[in-house]
């Protein structure tokens, strides 16, 4: 029964796409969950500090509450507006993330940009970036973008100081639409896939002064490519800038509409 009902809601969902394609799952959000939705089709990951690491540290924000929701105390850790792709675009998917830095790994502001994913799989067209958060105060810009003819599936942390893994330099996996279809139809897992990559640049990029010493992976279920994000941060310097403890991003189902992959 839940098998017929997942097919009979996809047909109407994908109801006048005669053309044969990708596709993004347009699944609606749950009203009472938001951005914390949860469903076959839709979820999300988190990538930074996990509740054990606040805890240890008396922070005053842990990793619990609705579907794994950090329950923070918001007059010390704010959860920027979530943005998801698919309000700009009919297909939309993330392609990148940029932040814009003061100074030793305090933020001023936080984007992510999005583009329309074509009937091959490939983003296309105009960038569209969202903030995530901007306290207008001027930085050095730090950006990181899948290349072309890919969808972006994951995000990898790369910390800077030891037993500190705030975001510090993020980076975003990749793969092509044909071979994240796949690990959906088989169950493989991406970061048990040889066909998955990581882009360069980053926010910042790692220098001779900073030593990376571990980095973090967060990734899409198989079969679902990255559609939206929120930043968790904590302002700081009299709320001109911002410490960054994480990135939840959401994760949609890639479909192939109409017919057989090519």
């Known amino acids: 029964m839940k098998a017929r009902m997942t097919i009979l809601l996809l047909i109407a969902l994908t109801a006048g796409c005669t053309t044969p394609g990708y596709r ?10 938001g951005a914390w939705t949860l469903s076959e089709h ?6 930074g500090r996990t509740r054990t690491q ?16 950090p329950d923070c105390i918001h007059e010390v850790m704010v959860d920027s507006a979530f943005t998801t792709c698919i309000d700009e675009f009919p297909n939309g998917v993330m392609t990148g993330i940029s932040m814009r830095e003061l100074n030793n790994r305090t933020w001023t502001q936080a984007a992510q940009s999005c583009r329309d994913m074509n009937l091959d799989g490939e983003p296309e067209g105009p960038t569209v970036e969202h903030d995530l958060f901007d306290y207008t105060v001027a930085g050095d810009e730090f950006s990181t973008s899948i290349p072309e003819g ?6 990898v942390n790369i910390h800077l100081v030891p037993g500190n893994n ?19 139809e088989n169950g493989v897992r991406p970061q048990d896939s040889g066909d998955v990559l990581i882009t360069q ?12 010493v571990d980095a973090d992976f967060a990734w899409c279920p198989p079969g679902k490519v990255m559609t939206g994000a929120m930043i968790g941060h904590q302002m700081t310097n009299q709320n001109q800038t911002a410490d960054v403890w994480y990135l939840i991003a959401e994760c949609r189902t890639l479909l192939y509409v109409g017919g057989n992959p090519p």
């Open 201 to 212: 640049g980053g926010a910042p990029e790692i220098n001779s002064v900073w030593t990376a």
């Open 24 to 33: 993004v799952a347009l699944f609606p959000l749950d009203p009472a969950a």
């Open 54 to 69: 606040f805890e240890s540290l008396n922070e005053w924000c842990l990793l619990e509450g609705v579907n794994g929701r």
């Open 166 to 184: 705030r975001i510090r330099s993020l980076r975003l996996a990749y793969a092509t639409a044909e071979d994240i279809l796949a690990m959906g």
């Open 150 to 155: 890919h969808l972006a599936i994951g995000a």
């Open 42 to 47: 839709r979820t999300y990951f988190f990538l």
